[in-house]
């Protein structure tokens, strides 16, 4: 499979949005609440802050002990709304374990002008029913590429294994409304895929997606992400499927840079949205 640089589509991307924002004199300024201090957090938030330079815009990290309490954790999500001089909020996740069952709540906090995650349950819903705000940056990241590699999509059959929140439902929905026939399933099945198109797979084991599972021509975009011996895998074999003709947008450089320009892109966007506010 020839493999997609998601990487080199991303600095396109970021290229484009800093040559518009230095034209028309825009600074977008991306606000990043980050409870605790997770090593992993940290890495996302510091290649966030790296885009959001690349773009002509800035980042304020509002760092909160991860003991705190529910009630100050709004508090601080309210503080940042009311903030004019913020475009755009995000809550960096996973949240510490006592405020994870919250998770929801908090999200809903994030105003609904400034969420350029797309994870407020408003914006979600809208997603179904209506127009969003914004929609989420791994669905947007998918659906660049989609809309790169494959040709008219009516007809042309999807598979999406997985059932997040921020990927594999959204991204459902943006495909059926593309006129693909969209099929979700929880858990990886070789045999479920053989007439499939494109293939999303989020869920599953590293390396679990083979060469014999494929058929000829397929799109298929790795969302896995695995830490084994020093090096990250996504779920497809590499070395597995390389033979087979297609595409793969694999694991590393693939979802991530793409995801991030897709958040830069929203963030753009809300810095025009949100001059008023």
Not at 36 to 61: F, Q, V
Not at 251 to 271: F, Q
Request: with cysteine; charged share 25%.
């Amino acid at each position: 499979m020839e493999l997609i640089s998601g990487t080199k589509i991303a600095e396109e991307i970021k290229a484009g949005l800093g040559e518009k924002n230095l034209s028309q004199g825009i600074r977008p300024k991306l606000a990043v609440i980050l409870v605790g201090d997770d090593k992993e957090s940290m890495i996302y938030i510091g290649l966030k802050e790296k885009a959001a330079r690349s773009i002509s815009g800035e980042t304020s990290i509002i760092q909160l002990p991860a003991h705190i309490t529910k009630e100050d954790l709004l508090t601080e999500i309210t503080k940042v709304n009311n903030d004019q001089g913020i475009h755009g909020i995000i809550i960096q996740l996973p949240l510490p374990e006592h405020l994870s069952s919250y998770q929801d709540e908090f999200l809903k906090a994030v105003n609904e002008e400034k969420d350029v995650d797309g994870f407020n349950p408003t914006n979600r819903g809208k997603l179904v029913g209506g127009e969003p705000q914004y929609i989420s940056c791994a669905a947007l990241a998918c659906m660049e590429v989609i809309e790169r590699y494959t040709e008219l999509p009516y007809g042309k059959n999807a598979i999406l294994v997985g059932d997040s929140f921020d990927l594999i439902l959204p991204l459902s929905i943006l495909m059926i409304r593309h006129g693909f026939n969209v099929q979700v399933i929880s858990e990886y099945k070789p045999e479920w895929i053989q007439n499939a198109d494109i293939l999303v797979v989020e869920k599953g084991s590293a390396k679990m997606v083979k060469g014999e599972h494929l058929r000829e021509g397929m799109l298929v975009i790795d969302a896995g992400f695995h830490w084994e011996n020093g090096k990250t895998h996504g779920n497809v074999d590499k070395d597995s499927v390389s033979g087979v003709s297609g595409y793969l947008l694999p694991v590393p450089g693939g979802t991530g840079p793409l995801l991030i320009a897709k958040l830069m892109e929203n963030l753009c966007r809300a810095s025009i949205l949100n001059r008023s506010i």
